[in-house]
DNA sequence: TACGGTAGTTCAACCGTGATGAATTCTTCG
DNA sequence: CGAAGAATTCATCACGGTTGAACTACCGTA
C-alpha cells in the first residue's frame, strides 16, 4: 500500500498543490484509512518530502548541460530551464516544490541544499578562478529570478516571453556573469542572436 | 478596535509569518473576539492583504532610484535592495509578503501588479528603445532571482555575500542587461569597483 | 498444530483551525 | 426617550492533521 500511497499522493500534490490535497482525501483515492499516511510517513510534510525525493531528480540534466561546452551555457541552460518549466507535466511538480519550500523552512533547506550541491558547486569547479563560486552563486541566482518571476509570480514581460525571446535579452547578462563583462576573443557568433527571427 | 487589530497584525505577521499567527491568538492579543476580524476584514487572507497595502509603500524607494542618472541605476538599484531586505525591521514583512504571495494565488496577484506597474512599466518608459519591456522585465527578474535565492532560500553563497561583493558580481550583468554586450562610451568608472575594499 | 510477536490497517476521538449567524451591547441621532 | 445601525461577543460548525487503542493478517518457531 506504501507504493500506492506515495504515487497517488505524487499525482494529486502536482496536480492541485500543497494545501489543497487533504489527507483523508488523499486516503480515499488511495482506498485506505488516512491514519495508514501517518503511520508510513509520520505526518503530510513526510509525505510531500518522500514524493519530492522521488520527483525532483533533474541532476542529470544538469549534468549533460556543464559537460558541454561553457561558452554556450548560458543559452543552453535558459532553453533547458524554460523547456523544463514550460511543460505542465515536469514543471508543476518544479512549482508546488518551489512553492512549498517557499513556505516551510524544512523543505526550504531541502531545496538550497540540493541547489548548491548540485549547480552552484559543480558550476564553479567548472568554471574555476579567483571568484569562481562568487559567480556561480550569482549565475544560478539569475536563473532562479526567471523561476520566481516568470513561473512563480507570471509577472509581465518574462511570464509571456519566446524562450528566443528570453536567451536574447537574458543571454547576454549570464554571459557576463560567467565571463565578466569584456568580450572575449571573438567567437564569430558574437552577438548570440537565437535562431533566425525577426 | 479596526486599527488596533491592524497593528497588532503586522507586527505578528511579519515577525511570525502568515500560517503562524492563528485569528484566536491575534484577537486575545488585541484584546478582542476572534469574529471581530472576520467583521472587519472579511477573512484572515483578507487581514493580510490589509497589512501588505499598509505595509507595502516602497514605491518611492523606487522612484527615487529612477531619477537618478541610468548608467548606475545597477549598482544602486542592488544596494537599495540589499539594505532594505537585510534590516530585520523592514526585511521580514517583506519575507513573509513574499512567502504569502508564494502559496495564494490571490496574493500573488497583487504583488505582481505591483511589480509590473510600479517597476517593469516606469523602467521601460525610461529606458525607451525598441525592447525596452523585455530588458526591464529581465532586469527585475535579476533582482527577483537575488530575493528568491539570497533572502527566499538563502542559497550560498549568496546569502553570505557583502553587498559589495553583490554589486561586483551581479552589477557587470545587470548593466548589460540595461545597456546590452557592449561597453558604453567609457564613463570614468568603468569597472564600477565598489568602495574601497580588497 | 497452536502460539506469539510484529507489521499492516482501521476506528474513534482529540484538538486547533477559520468561518458564520444569532444574540447582545454600544452609539448616535431624531 | 427610543429606535437604527454599527460594533462586539457567544456558541457552534465543518474540516484539518494527528494520535492511541484496537483489530487483522501473516510468519517463524516450539
Redo the contacts between chains.
Keep these: 500500500m506504501r507504493a500506492t500511497i506515495l504515487a497517488v499522493a505524487r499525482d494529486r500534490f502536482r496536480r492541485e498543490g500543497y ?1 489543497a490535497v487533504t489527507m483523508r482525501s488523499l486516503a480515499a483515492d488511495a482506498g485506505v484509512d488516512a491514519a495508514l499516511i501517518s503511520y508510513y510517513f509520520g505526518s503530510k510534510r513526510g509525505l510531500f518530502a518522500a514524493v519530492l525525493e522521488l520527483t525532483l531528480n533533474p541532476a542529470d540534466v544538469l549534468a549533460s548541460l556543464l559537460e558541454g561546452e561553457l561558452e554556450s551555457l548560458p543559452q543552453r541552460a535558459i532553453r533547458a530551464l524554460v523547456a523544463g518549466w514550460d511543460r505542465p507535466e515536469t514543471g508543476l511538480p518544479l512549482l508546488t516544490a ?2 512549498a ?3 516551510d523552512p524544512a523543505l ?1 533547506t531541502l ?2 541544499g540540493g ?2 550541491r548540485e549547480m ?1 558547486d559543480r558550476l564553479a569547479d567548472r568554471l574555476g578562478g579567483a ?1 569562481a ?3 556561480a ?2 549565475f ?11 513561473y ?7 511570464a509571456s ?1 519566446t524562450a528566443d ?2 536567451v ?3 543571454g ?6 560567467l565571463f ?2 569584456v ?1 572575449r576573443a571573438a567567437t564569430g557568433n558574437d ?1 548570440a542572436r537565437g535562431p533566425a527571427s525577426a
Tied chains: 1, 2.
Design positions: 494545501e518551489v512553492r519550500a517557499a513556505a526550504a531545496l538550497r541547489l548548491q552552484v571568484d563560486r562568487h559567480r552563486g550569482a544560478v541566482g539569475q536563473l532562479g529570478g526567471l523561476v520566481f518571476t516568470r512563480l509570480l507570471a509577472v509581465e514581460p518574462l516571453m525571446e528570453i536574447r535579452t537574458l547576454p547578462a549570464l554571459r557576463t556573469t565578466g563583462p568580450r552577438h
